[in-house]
């Protein structure tokens, strides 16, 4: 390692610590809001003056903080934008266990480093709760519905068929090609068939394919319903987080999008 890379990372090592410390995160969180004094941020966080002023003067020195003339203290440009990335490293910290099982190597690396946006997502760790989530949001959806899976649940079918009769707009994008053992079981009806073949037609539902999903997504304009990533040997659980929050409901609809321009179009209503 050179002089050069050994100072960027120096510089790296000394702002994780001093991010690190919760009382000097909470003072940043309080810059963010509006400039205070030493004393207005002591009371104000229940310090000791002598303590806050210690831990400004730290965050002051990495940068992140800077004192005007009349004594308050503002995040600068560089503490603001530090304040914007940490909600990234909070959510993946907050779920350890789950992204130690789970994988988002696959997923474009820019959605990656806005994991963030999740940040005011629940985790749902019961399938079944997370199956009654998504039927809970086709039944409320009134303007559309994305879907990214690799495999039918036939409860979802007649749900799609009443959002559709309702003016519901519907994309999805499935698996080019299933595994029998994804293959769904048991019957549509013949009204849901005919409903949603017409719509396949008109433009009320569209539907791609892909060789390989990399997430599995459930979500309307007003919820995700769920959002899961794939386990490490590359299959579903379908454990994974759901949110009314509009960053969340946003970085999903965009990661959505990024997919379905990559679609192979289907042409003819099938469920595999």
């Not at 909070?90 to 190597?105: C, G, P, Q």
């Not at 019961?126 to 495999?151: F, K, L, P, T």
């Not at 060789?211 to 579903?236: H, N, Q, W, Y």
């Not at 409901?249 to 042409?267: A, M, N, R, T």
């Amino acid at each position: 390692m050179d002089f050069k890379q050994g100072l960027v990372m120096e510089n790296l090592y000394d702002l994780f610590f001093e991010v690190s410390n919760e009382d000097r995160h909470r003072i940043l969180l309080q810059l963010e809001e509006a400039a205070m004094n030493v004393t207005q941020l002591a009371r104000r966080l229940g310090l000791g003056a002598q303590e806050c002023s210690r831990h400004v003067t730290r965050l002051g020195k990495v940068g992140l903080t800077r004192k005007d003339v009349d004594g308050f203290h503002r995040l600068t440009a560089y503490g603001e934008l530090v304040l914007r990335m940490l909600p990234g490293f909070e959510f993946i910290s907050k779920h350890r266990d789950y992204f130690t099982s789970h994988s988002m190597v696959l997923l474009p690396p820019e959605f990656v480093s806005q994991i963030g946006e999740l940040a005011d997502s629940t985790y749902t760790n019961d399938i079944m709760v997370a199956i009654g989530s998504i039927e809970e949001m086709m039944r409320g959806a009134e303007e559309y519905i994305w879907i990214i899976h690799d495999q039918y649940t036939m409860s979802i079918v007649p749900l799609a068929s009443e959002a559709i009769t309702r003016g519901v707009k519907i994309k999805t994008i499935d698996l080019k090609t299933y595994p029998p053992s994804r293959m769904p079981r048991g019957e549509v009806r013949a009204e849901d068939q005919q409903v949603l073949s017409r719509a396949l037609t008109t433009g009320g539902l569209e539907m791609g394919m892909l060789e390989r999903l990399d997430v599995f997504l459930f979500m309307s304009e007003k919820e995700v319903a769920a959002i899961a990533f794939p386990t490490l040997d590359g299959k579903f659980d379908y454990l994974g987080f759901n949110s009314t929050d509009e960053r969340a409901i946003k970085w999903c609809g965009d990661l959505f999008q990024f997919y379905w321009e990559e679609v192979e179009p289907k042409h003819e209503f099938t469920l595999f």
